[in-house]
């Protein structure tokens, strides 16, 4: 029955990322017609709505009494955001050049924002107290980033425009999407909790080993799609972006269900890799504002390591 659960899972990541794509694109194509800047669709509505598949995986999880696979998801999410989909980037496009448009100080500030969860997360339960800390903690963040930018590169929104559309198509779009969210994301947490009883595992670890990897699906076929083309920047920015985005779901998770980490081998597990992971991220980029081919295989290799760990320690 596992492998069945397991197989069910694979259209189910898929129908998530074809439903969050169609939702993007409505809802960006909407708020340009309402004439909102760019840089409000950019920092706001853009990184919102490609997380939308692990803000929904999240909420039903939390609702249905098993926030820890909530937690396992975004934490492991982060991990396959910088080091997975970040070497994937490297090895593909032969190294990743950071431009002016990506300041290392975003970076580094960013950074410290995904590690910041884990903070909170040490005494073995992220409380709602801890869940308004991490929501305001991203709110003050993007108002920063949005106060010292005046504007955004609209190359980051203009792969999702199109002009050719009438209203009426976009909301029946963002409606459909919408759709396929609320149905995969129910059908995922349903069938993710049954493997964790079935393996007699803690939820927290099928968010780490499986959830995280199939909703970040979307950012590796960008990163894939955009290999070895001026856009590879933005697949990019938009990985930095959607890591620092989780941050704010686990705030909103932790809110509607305090989130119990019951294994500490675990947690701690997943904190030392993370922590390992971003400051091989940023000292790799500190290097001649770079991120080389053998730095993406080294990125790589250290996913496949935390792989091998967790499901030693399960």
Known sequence: MSV???????????????SANLTTRAIIDIA???GLSDLTIGFVILGLATS????LVGINSALKGIPGLSYGNLIGANIVLLSFVVGLSAILNGKIHLHDRIEQRTIYTSTIIILFPLLLALDGIVSRADGLILIAIYLVYLSIVIIKRRKIETEITRPFIRHDVHAHKLWLWFAAGIIGLLIGSRFVVFLAGNL???WHIAPVVVGFLILSFGTNLPEIFITVKNRNTEHNHVAFGNVIG????NTLLLGI???IS???IGDSKLLFTGIAFLIIIAALFNIFLKTKATLSRNEGVALIVIYILFIITQGILK
């Open 258 to 260: 305090p989130i119990v």
């Open 242 to 245: 959607s890591a620092v985005v």
């Open 52 to 55: 939308a598949p692990e803000l």
């Open 253 to 255: 998770v932790a809110l």
């Open 32 to 34: 340009k017609l309402w």
């Open 4 to 18: 069945l659960y397991l197989i069910l899972l694979v259209p189910l990541f898929w129908l998530l990322g074809k």
């Open 196 to 198: 964790s009883e079935n």
